[in-house]
């Protein structure tokens, strides 16, 4: 029997090598990239274009429900969203939609305006629109590092009037919108079959 001969291998450092400088970094950047990737495509799976279809047709259009009804709930949903129970707005939705008899799944849905980017918008909007019940006792919004409990306690009640006033209003813009599209979408149906 021959001797088996030693073969020498001899290994190619790459870039994803733990021993090269940076390459832990690269492949945690790799990891990385590789679960946002997966993050969006579930996101963008979960809200496809037929789930979102079938969303409008199974609670928007449904033929089961009457249109004020609808309306309705899509305004409860946003009123309640915009009304300062922060961590309740949905919970309660869904009990006055019981109360109501409106559409559970819609007033869910449309309490859901007071997402985190449209936070700041809500709460300057409630503080401007405090400022008119308020009249010459409003104060001006005035952006400081230095927010304390006075400060806080000085312009509860006209963001608390404003919150209300604009729940109310931006509930019935709500609701008077859906109320329009559904009659312009059955219209359009009719006239098509």
């Given at each position: 029997m021959k001797p088996v001969a030693e073969e020498k291998v001899v290994l190619q450092k790459d870039s994803h090598s733990?021993?090269?400088?940076?390459?832990?970094?690269?492949?945690?950047?790799n990891r990385l990239r590789f679960f946002v990737r997966k993050i969006c495509n579930a996101i963008l799976v979960f809200f496809s274009r037929e789930r979102v279809k079938a969303f409008v047709n199974n609670h928007l259009l449904n033929?089961?429900?009457k249109d004020e009804m609808k309306a309705l709930s899509v305004g409860l949903g946003v009123f309640m969203g915009i009304l300062?129970?922060?961590?309740?707005?949905?919970?309660?939705?869904?009990?006055?939609?019981?109360?109501?008899?409106?559409?559970?799944?819609?007033?869910?849905?449309?309490?859901h305006i007071s997402f985190p980017p449209m936070i700041p918008l809500i709460i300057f909007l409630s503080y401007k629109m405090g400022g008119l019940w308020l009249g010459s006792n409003a104060m001006t919004l005035s952006f400081s590092s230095e927010i304390s409990m006075e400060v806080i306690k000085n312009n509860f009640w006209q963001y608390l009037y404003g919150s209300i006033s604009l729940a109310i209003v931006a509930g019935l813009v709500a609701a008077t919108i859906t109320y329009l599209l559904l009659k312009t979408v059955k219209r359009k149906e009719t006239s098509i079959a």
């Open positions: 733990p021993d090269i400088k940076g390459g832990r970094v690269k492949i945690a950047l033929k089961d429900q300062p129970i922060w961590g309740f707005q949905m919970v309660a939705g869904i009990f006055f939609a019981f109360v109501l008899r409106l559409n559970k799944v819609l007033v869910a849905v449309f309490s």
